[in-house]
Every structure is written in structure tokens, then in C-alpha cells.
């Protein structure tokens, strides 16, 4: 099993920076990507970003330019993942969720996620 530990968020004023960390720990040998998702009440979750653990990396088109993932960060016992979010909008307030994806067996398991972490954008 993989657990995920997110942290960072809070409440920050529109135009103000956050950055939202990750710590995948237990079977990690196995991740192959980790990334980042929303959530507001009553919408689907969406993606915000996404690395590989080649450093390829997606980005949701309402944050592109203003939001960097980091590479997956690798020790024997975590991989953690940073999330820079810039020019904070309103529009970003969510619940932003940590996410991994681990090959095992020939298979990938996309279905790791964090509690989720809030951020709240406003004045």
C-alpha cells in the first residue's frame, strides 16, 4: 500500500503564492507518476497537474503559466512532490488532492490519493 500525506494549504489572499507538498510513503517503489487534483462542491474533480517519473508533466489549462510542479523528489523512504501555486485566484479556492500512480505486476493502479488539503483564495 501507498500513503499519501498532503500539506500546505490555508488561506491566502487573491495574487498571493502557496505551495502544497506531497509525501507518498510505504510501497513506493512502484510509483511512476504523482500529481495533483481539485475538487469543489457539486463539480468533478479536475486535474491541476501531473509529473511522470520521467519529468513528463500535464498541467489543467486554467492554472498553465501559473502553477509549477516539481519533479518527484526520490529517498529509500519517500517521494514527495511540490506543488507552486502563483496569482492565486478566487477561482482556485478547492480541496486539492495528492495523487499516485504505481506499476506493479504489469499493471498500473492510478487510485492512490491523499485527504486533500484546502485552499482558500480570497480577500
Known amino acids: 500500500q501507498v500513503q499519501l500525506v498532503e500539506s500546505g494549504g490555508g488561506l491566502v489572499q487573491p495574487g498571493g503564492s502557496l505551495r502544497l507538498s506531497c509525501a507518498a510513503s510505504g510501497s513506493i517503489f512502484g510509483v511512476v507518476g504523482m500529481g495533483w487534483y481539485r475538487q469543489v462542491p457539486e463539480k468533478q474533480r479536475e486535474l491541476v497537474a501531473r509529473?511522470?517519473?520521467?519529468?513528463?508533466?500535464?498541467?489543467?489549462d486554467s492554472v498553465k503559466g501559473r502553477f509549477t510542479i516539481s519533479d518527484i523528489s526520490r529517498d529509500s523512504a519517500e517521494n514527495t512532490v511540490y506543488l507552486q501555486m502563483n496569482s492565486l485566484k478566487p477561482e482556485d479556492t478547492a480541496v486539492y488532492f495528492c495523487?499516485?500512480?504505481?506499476?506493479?505486476?504489469?499493471?498500473?493502479?492510478?487510485?492512490?490519493w491523499g485527504q486533500g488539503t484546502r485552499v482558500t483564495v480570497s480577500s
Open positions: 509529473t511522470t517519473r520521467d519529468g513528463f508533466t500535464t498541467y489543467g
Open positions: 495523487n499516485a500512480v504505481i506499476y506493479r505486476g504489469g499493471t498500473y493502479f492510478p487510485d492512490y
